[in-house]
């Protein structure tokens, strides 16, 4: 496992230990961001910690034309009981995020540095959001990394009312162009909307890394 210092450079991926951890420290700028998100690395870790990168293998996707829609949710999205939005209010998703109790974590990964962090990569274009409103409410939503190239990085997403994150979810598959959606580790709940694990090697091949 190598150490970040100033200079932006990443290891290659496939020196990451079975957990997919590669490499620590280093700094959330802009450029070192986009060069992980566009060679499948991502930053992780609790508030305290150094800056922690990861690739793991395998690497929990979504690809659109797998999605599954229960019919319960398609109820759900024909009652129209919520409106969803695009790119209409990043910080407050980033910030609702950010304030969720996670069973395995003490405290929140999304720290103050990384809220300002990606906030500049939503102002440059990079980072999008997704906004599920009810009774002009945000009530649910979620964000990540646009590469460039089709595929889209989730990073969080979050509810307050029942269904309301995968309302967003589901829009944001049918309204895009995104040939895949990078969830990056497995959750029952992702994979109850048909995400599945593929091999570090075959997502790399999606971002067009060698």
């Known amino acids: 496992m190598q150490f970040l210092s100033e200079k932006i450079w990443f290891p290659n991926v496939n020196e990451a230990t079975d957990e997919g951890l590669l490499a620590y420290g280093g700094d959330l700028s802009i450029e070192r961001l986009l060069l992980a998100y566009q060679t499948g690395i991502f930053p992780w870790f609790d508030s305290e910690e150094l ?5 793991p293998s395998p690497r929990f996707v979504l690809f659109p034309d797998k999605l599954k829609i229960s019919k319960s949710m398609q109820q759900v999205l024909r009652n ?11 910080k407050g998703v ?14 929140t990964w999304i720290t103050k540095n990384m809220i300002e962090a990606y906030v500049k990569l939503h102002e440059l274009g990079y980072a999008k959001s997704i906004e599920v409103w ?42 895009s162009n995104y040939k895949l959606i990078d969830c990056q580790v497995y959750t029952s709940h992702l994979n109850s909307l048909g995400a599945e ?9 999606f971002l067009k890394v060698n």
């Open 51 to 55: 800056i922690l990168w990861w690739s």
């Open 80 to 90: 129209k009981d919520y409106v969803v939005t695009f790119n209409k209010d990043f």
């Open 94 to 107: 980033i910030t609702e995020c950010s304030k969720i109790e996670r069973a395995e974590q003490a405290g």
């Open 134 to 175: 009810k009774e002009n409410r945000l009530v649910g939503g979620l964000y990540g990394v646009d590469t460039g190239n089709g595929v889209f990085c989730g990073e969080s997403m979050f509810t307050k009312e029942s269904n309301a994150s995968k309302v967003g979810f589901i829009t944001l598959i049918q309204n």
């Open 197 to 205: 694990e593929i091999s570090r090697e075959l997502f790399m091949k």
